[in-house]
C-alpha cells in the first residue's frame, strides 16, 4: 500500500514536474493547483457526504422491523435467485454482490441490521444480483473490462514514471502516452459503472417499494443513501476525467 502511494505521488511529481523543468507559464500553476486540488476533494467530500448520510438513517429502523438480511432473502427469492447465498462480512460499507461465488456480502453495519440505510444497501446489492441474472448489458460490459481495468489501473502511472525518466529517447514519449491510453482505460471502466450502480439503486428502490418491504414514507430515506452512495461513483469518475485532463495538459507542455 504504501509502494503504491509512493509510485502515485512520483507519477504526480513527474507528470507535474519532472520532465519539463520549470514551468512555462503562471497560469499553468493556477490551473495544475486547481485541477490537483479538485482531484483529490472531490472524492473526499462524496466520501463524507455518504458516511454521514449513511450514519443519520442508520438510526432510523424500518417500521416492520425486518434486518437487512432477512430483506435481501426475500428480494432475492421473489426474483428466482434461490441459489445466491447471503454472507455477513467485517468492515463498513464493504457490501457486495460476488457473481463468481453468487454471493451477497453484507458488511457489519448492514447484515442483522434494521435501519432504512441498511436496508436501502441490502436491496441494492440484491440488485446486482439481479442484473446478472438477467445478464443486464452494462453489467455485462463492466465484467469484461475487470481484467484490463485492473492491469491498467496498477501500471499505468508506474509506466508514466518509466516514460518520464526516458523522455529524452523517442521510447520515453511512447511510454508516457502509452501511460496515459492505459489511465484513459481505468476512466471508461468509471463511465460504464454508473449506469450499473444508478440501476442497481433504482431496482432496490422500485421492490422495497412495489412488495411492501417499507412503508412509503421510508423509501425516500433509503434512496437517500442509495443517492448518497451513486455520487461516489460520480466524483471519482470526475476526478479521474480531471486527472485525464491534467496528464493530457501535461504532453501539450512538452
Ligand atoms: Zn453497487
Not at 457473481?99 to 435501519?115: A, E, F, K
Request: proline fraction near 3%.
Amino acid at each position: 500500500m504504501y509502494t503504491m502511494s509512493l509510485f502515485m505521488t512520483l507519477a504526480r511529481y513527474y507528470s507535474d514536474y519532472g520532465y519539463y523543468g520549470t514551468r512555462s507559464t503562471s497560469d499553468h500553476i493556477g490551473i495544475y493547483i486547481v485541477l490537483y486540488l479538485a482531484v483529490i476533494i472531490i472524492p473526499l467530500i462524496a466520501q463524507i457526504n455518504v458516511s454521514s448520510t449513511f450514519k443519520k438513517y442508520s438510526k432510523i429502523g424500518n417500521s416492520r422491523g425486518l434486518t437487512a438480511d432477512q430483506v435481501a432473502r426475500q428480494i432475492l427469492d421473489s426474483n428466482g435467485l434461490h441459489y445466491v447465498e447471503i454472507e455477513h462480512i467485517k468492515g463498513n460499507l464493504s457490501d457486495h454482490f460476488d457473481p463468481r461465488t453468487n454471493v451477497v456480502r453484507l458488511s457489519d453495519s448492514v447484515y442483522g441490521q434494521t435501519s432504512v440505510a441498511a436496508i436501502g444497501v441490502a436491496a441494492h446489492e440484491c440488485g446486482h444480483a439481479c442484473q446478472h441474472a438477467e445478464s443486464y448489458g452494462p453489467i455485462l460490459l463492466r465484467s469484461k473490462l475487470v481484467p484490463v481495468t485492473n492491469i491498467c489501473s496498477h501500471l499505468w502511472y508506474i509506466v508514466l514514471i518509466i516514460g518520464c525518466v526516458l523522455s529524452a529517447f523517442t521510447i520515453g514519449t511512447a511510454l508516457i502516452y502509452v501511460s496515459i491510453a492505459m489511465f484513459a482505460a481505468v476512466v471508461i471502466f468509471q463511465t460504464v459503472t454508473l449506469p450499473v450502480e444508478f440501476d442497481a439503486s433504482n431496482r432496490a428502490l422500485k421492490t422495497l417499494a412495489n412488495d411492501g418491504i417499507l412503508e412509503p414514507s421510508e423509501v425516500p430515506h433509503a434512496g437517500k443513501v442509495l443517492k448518497a452512495a451513486a455520487l461516489t461513483y460520480v466524483a471519482s469518475l470526475l476526478a479521474s476525467v480531471l486527472q485525464l485532463f491534467r496528464l493530457l495538459l501535461s504532453t501539450r507542455r512538452r
